[in-house]
Nanobody, 128 residues
Framework: QVQLVESGGGMVQAGGSLRLSCAVS????????LGWFRQAPGKERELVAV????????YYRDSEKGRFTISRDIAKNMAYLQMNSLKPEDTAIYFC?????????????????????WGQGTQVTVSS
């Protein structure tokens, strides 16, 4: 069984930074694609960033490009989301998710249905 646990959320002022962490257990790090998603109140869950199995490839939504950085430490089975220049509209619950099926593909990893394990989420609140 794969488990994902997010941490690092909190409250920050606009323009500030936070670093989210995702600890993964039950699966070797290099065998799954990992994504960060977020869900704001009253809105659908949306993709924030994706990183490939090897860590060599990343994808970001346009609104996060240049502000957020996704990374992973394969040896530690950890993933991270560095968020800079935060805006009030970044306020949401942030989830990490793993696509562990052997058929999972990076090009499809923008869709939540590609992921089969999810963490419980961590709250990020950005005040203006």
């Amino acid at each position: 069984q794969v488990q994902l646990v997010e941490s690092g959320g909190g409250m920050v002022q606009a323009g500030g930074s936070l670093r989210l962490s995702c600890a993964v257990s039950g699966r070797t790090s290099s065998t799954y694609i990992l994504g960060w998603f977020r869900q704001a109140p009253g809105k659908e869950r949306e993709l924030v960033a994706v990183i490939s199995r090897s860590g060599a490839f990343t994808y970001y939504r346009d609104s996060e490009k240049g502000r957020f950085t996704i990374s992973r430490d394969i040896a530690k089975n950890m993933a991270y989301l560095q968020m800079n220049s935060l805006k009030p509209e970044d306020t949401a619950i942030y989830f990490c998710a793993a696509a562990t099926r052997s058929t999972a593909q990076f090009r499809r990893a923008r869709e939540s249905r590609e992921y089969d394990y999810w963490g419980q989420g961590t709250q990020v609140t950005v005040s203006s």
